[in-house]
């Protein structure tokens, strides 16, 4: 999916695609996205470029940080960039980026790729910490096992020591009292 620079006309271009992203893989690597990414907004033109104003829309699968266990979640961001042509080569001098410049897309040859622009939007919109539900009890640090599907036996069985006070504490039982 590309659309070149010099073919938008001064009124501006909407678009509304989809399409697949099968390279985007999850650290384990599997596949993250669950069917077609969708791209949907205006370019036109603005100041210092194109301006390109979109909404994406996808379901990705993403493995709880509590339980480990994957789950499907849509994800839905407002995308917007400036569309320039190729960037300037900096050479071995490091260039400092200033918060605007983290508006620009750099479209190579003059043509911008949706399915790039997507990808990078979809991995700066990825959860840090993605739980399955609220209500997710995560893993026994004891045995492993998954809370939301059994109760082990374990519970309090490895309490640390140097914690009991503080257990005492927030139990209201405090020999100061």
Same mark, same amino acid.
């Given at each position: ?29 599997? &596949? ?5 990414? $969708? ?8 100041? /210092?470029? #194109?301006?390109? $104003?979109?909404?994406?829309?996808? &379901?990705?699968?993403?493995? @709880?940080? $509590? ?13 917007? #960039? ?8 900096? /050479? ?28 990078? &939007?979809?991995?700066?919109? #990825? ?8 209500? @997710? ?5 004891? @045995? ?9 036996? @374990? ?12 257990? &005492? ?9």
């Amino acid at each position: 999916m590309f659309l070149r620079l010099e073919d938008v006309p001064d009124s501006g271009r909407a678009f509304d695609i989809r399409f697949p992203l099968p390279d985007l893989l999850a650290d384990d690597g599997h &596949q993250l996205l669950v069917g077609d990414v $969708r791209l949907s907004g205006r370019v036109a033109p603005g100041h /210092g470029g #194109l301006e390109l $104003r979109a909404r994406l829309s996808a &379901q990705t699968r993403l493995p @709880c940080s $509590r339980c480990l266990e994957p789950f499907e979640t849509g994800l839905d961001a407002a995308v917007e #960039l400036t569309l320039v042509g190729d960037a300037v080569e900096f /050479g071995e001098v490091e260039a400092e980026m200033s918060p605007e410049d983290a508006d620009v897309f750099y479209a190579e040859e003059g043509r911008v790729d949706f399915a790039r622009i997507a990808n990078e &939007q979809i991995l700066l919109e #990825l959860p840090l910490k993605p739980i399955c539900d609220r209500s @997710c009890l995560g893993l026994c640090p004891s @045995c492993g096992a998954n809370r939301n599907r059994i109760e082990c036996d @374990c519970r309090g069985a490895d309490l640390d020591p140097r914690l009991v006070p503080l257990l &005492q504490f927030k139990k209201g039982k405090t020999d100061d009292s």
